[in-house]
């Protein structure tokens, strides 16, 4: 009997484990075309909501949440769902950011970085930051690869890109 519950039990495993290989397969082959417009209404809703300074964006988990400064240069992470146009603060740290850094304008925003991405044929979007003068973007390609594209903020170059490691 032992065995036979041993047998069971590592069959049913292996069917969780193909399920989930599966899903995560398909969940990036279908995403791709929505990603990018999310991106940009997760723009618009922080914005909206009066938040300028948006430094970083994720999607995870079936939201978005995103960094961004308020007028006095707090820091905030916010958690955005695009369906119900709802923004909460989930985070506020009181770092106050330093105006006389190099990085502190790009000429480039993250819109126009996202446009960029997407004139490459890069609409598969999972997170963009602005960091040390630069947009990092994790995003997939056609076939599904993982990529990290490197966009200079100040003239919207592609510095480089390679394909990362992933899971």
């Not at 922080?46 to 707090?74: L, P, S, T």
């Amino acid at each position: 009997m032992k065995p036979m519950i041993r047998n069971s039990m590592i069959a049913a495993l292996a069917v969780a484990a193909l399920s989930t290989q599966a899903y995560s397969s398909d969940t990036v082959m279908t995403d791709r075309k929505e990603s990018l417009t999310s991106f940009k209404t997760v723009i618009e809703l922080v914005q909206k909501e009066g938040y300028g300074d948006i430094y970083e964006i994720e999607n995870e988990y079936g939201f978005f949440k995103a960094k961004v400064r308020d007028a006095n240069g707090d820091r905030l992470k916010l958690a955005i769902i695009p369906e119900t146009q709802a923004v909460k603060v989930l985070e506020k740290k009181s770092k106050k950011y330093n105006t006389d850094d190099a990085s502190a304008a790009p000429k480039v925003t993250l819109d126009q970085a996202l446009n960029i991405l997407a004139a490459q044929g890069y609409t598969s979007i999972e997170e963009i930051e602005f960091e040390k003068g630069y947009y990092e973007a994790d995003i997939r390609d056609q076939d599904g690869h993982k990529k990290e594209m490197m966009i200079d903020a100040q003239t919207g170059e592609v510095l480089s890109q390679w394909k990362a490691f992933f899971r």
